[in-house]
């Protein structure tokens, strides 16, 4: 945890890939690698082990915990790790909650239940559970897009009252919405989605969940303690300058090319797992010049 209690994980933080080798399997030492290079070159705060762009979703149980102990191994003495632990069954996510507690994470990250659809009665109970199954706090995960049900404003604020609920990843695209919550809990909001941090920051969020962290990490810490300094003029423009890798990353799903930039760098990445496929020379190509015009020259280690 964050000795700064307005933001209990960090400033900034990456959802980081998770390499695997050639022939499929899960590359702990590549998970290492890019733990270490997030930190110590990048500048991240902390990480999130076993999220979206990690695949979790393709990935086993053990295989979770693996890579999870592998990173605290690796970096958990100097950033925070946050440990993807949410599914759409909550007797299952109490388990990943579990694991994640006995592995040492700081911190657990709950998804609302995806393809279930449950009602915001099956939210709270889903969160409140997960919750009260060991004592690490909680960041909710709020992507509707990807889930198909969003945490209303008023669950939001009903959950805050839980003390071990602190913190949201919003990827919801409703700055009305994250205002309104903001304004009535004491939920630390974190950008879950990289072109809005900078508008997220403007409303009381305090720091990012990112994937362009994986290359630009420093810099949007530079637009962070910028406009925390009052200087918008300096926020404004970096965020400006890394718009073009915003969008570069996410033409399709990010975890694709995120791996494509980090093999052409010489870094860990590996493929991705089925159902994802790996990027095209013509989507790498195209990735090359977004990243370029963002300030990213991939011919050498970005940071």
């Not at 440990?83 to 709950?110: P, Q």
């Not at 839980?162 to 919550?181: F, I, T």
């Not at 630390?188 to 409303?203: E, F, H, K, Q, W």
Request: proline share 5%.
């Amino acid at each position: 945890m964050s000795a700064d209690p307005r933001r209990p994980f960090g400033r900034v933080l990456t959802a980081m890939v998770t390499p695997f080798a050639a022939d499929g399997s899960l590359d702990l030492k590549g998970a290492q690698k890019v733990a270490e290079h997030l930190v110590d070159v990048g500048g991240n705060d902390g990480l999130i082990v076993n999220g979206t762009t990690g695949e979790a979703p393709t990935m086993t149980d053990a295989e979770k915990e693996s890579v999870l102990r592998a990173v605290i191994e690796a970096v958990g003495d100097r950033a925070t790790i946050v440990a993807g632990a949410g599914n759409n069954d909550t007797h299952h996510s109490i388990e990943l909650v579990r694991t994640a507690e006995k592995a040492g994470a700081d911190g657990v990250l709950i998804v609302s239940p995806y393809y279930n659809k449950p009602p915001q009665a099956g939210l709270v109970r889903h969160v409140r559970t997960l919750a009260d199954a060991s004592d690490l706090p909680v960041m909710l995960y709020d992507i509707p897009h990807r889930t198909g049900v969003a945490f209303a404003t008023e669950t939001l604020i009903e959950l805050a009252q839980h003390p071990r609920v602190v913190a949201v990843k919003d990827a919801k695209g409703d700055l009305a919405a994250s205002a309104e919550v903001l304004a009535g809990s004491d939920l630390a909001y974190y950008s879950g989605d990289d072109v809005l941090t900078l508008p997220l920051l403007s409303i009381g969020a305090v720091g990012v969940v990112s994937v362009t962290g994986h290359l630009v990490a420093r810099r949007i810490r530079e637009m962070i303690d910028a406009f925390e300094r009052g200087d918008v003029a300096t926020a404004t423009a970096l965020h400006h300058a890394m718009l073009p890798v915003d969008v570069g990353v996410f033409r399709t799903q990010a975890a694709i090319l995120t791996k494509a930039a980090y093999n052409i760098l010489g870094l860990p990445g590996g493929s991705v797992r089925s159902p994802l496929v790996d990027a095209t020379p013509e989507q790498i190509e195209t990735l090359r010049a977004d990243l370029a015009r963002g300030g990213v020259e991939l011919g050498k280690e970005a940071a």
